[in-house]
């Protein structure tokens, strides 16, 4: 059974910075491409990052680049936002996804864990 967890959410002002953590259970996580997706309050789930299976390439939306960063650890079947910068903007519930294979791509993703809410004040 595929688990993903999130954790690091929580209040932030306005240039503040949080780190989101992801921990994988049930899945060999050196073979998925894990990605980072967030929904604001009646808006859709957007793509946020998402970094390949080895780590060595990584993908932002635009309007996250410079600011946040993707990272994983295989050995701790962990995968990372580091979000500086934070803008009110980037409220929202951040999802964790995970999909088979070694393409980095936006859509489609075969897991999702229950995401942690970001709230970013001004």
């Known amino acids: 059974q595929v688990q993903l967890v999130e954790s690091g959410g929580g209040w932030v002002q306005a240039g503040g910075s949080l780190r989101l953590s992801c921990i994988a259970s049930g899945v060999t996580f050196s073979r998925y491409v894990m990605a980072w997706f967030r929904q604001a309050p009646g808006k859709e789930r957007d793509f946020v990052a998402a970094i390949r299976n080895t780590g060595g390439s990584t993908y932002y939306a635009d309007s996250v680049k410079g600011r946040f960063t993707i990272s994983r650890d295989n050995a701790k079947n962990t995968v990372y936002l580091q979000m500086n910068s934070l803008k009110p903007e980037d409220t929202a519930v951040y999802y964790c996804?995970?999909?088979?294979?070694?393409?980095?791509?936006?859509?489609?993703?075969?897991?999702w864990g229950q995401g942690t809410q970001v709230t970013v004040s001004s």
């Open positions: 996804a995970a999909k088979s294979g070694v393409v980095v791509t936006t859509r489609p993703y075969d897991y």
